[in-house]
């Protein structure tokens, strides 16, 4: 889904709201989350998941082509860890039902 159909979806949801008001919403989250992170502050939204920045230290890598080393500086990326109440619904419902029928054929 792109922002875009994010944006539509929200608004053909909440007919109340206008869409310049739901582009306000999402546009505002996603900035206020991208400042969270290069405070290097943690944002978690319950149910959903947490977002924060790993530290990845400098190091020496390969240039594919030559084989050359080349010196890679250190970096913050951001890392995304679903909540549990997500991951139960990506893989199609509790994770105890799962684990129950894994152990039921054995």
């Known amino acids: 889904m792109t922002r875009s159909e994010l944006i539509a979806a929200l608004a053909g949801a909440n007919p109340h709201l206008r869409q310049p008001d739901v582009e306000l919403i999402v546009s ?19 149910g959903f998941g947490a977002f924060s920045a790993k530290k990845r230290d400098p190091r020496t890598g390969r240039n ?33 039902r799962t684990r129950a029928k894994a152990g039921a054929g054995s």
């Open 28 to 46: 505002t989250i996603f900035e206020e989350i991208t400042a969270a992170l290069a405070r290097g502050d943690r944002v978690e939204l319950r």
């Open 64 to 96: 594919p082509r030559t084989g050359e080393s080349v010196a890679v500086s250190g970096k913050a990326v951001p890392y995304f860890k679903p909540g549990k109440e997500l991951r139960e619904r990506v893989n199609g419902g509790p994770l105890q």
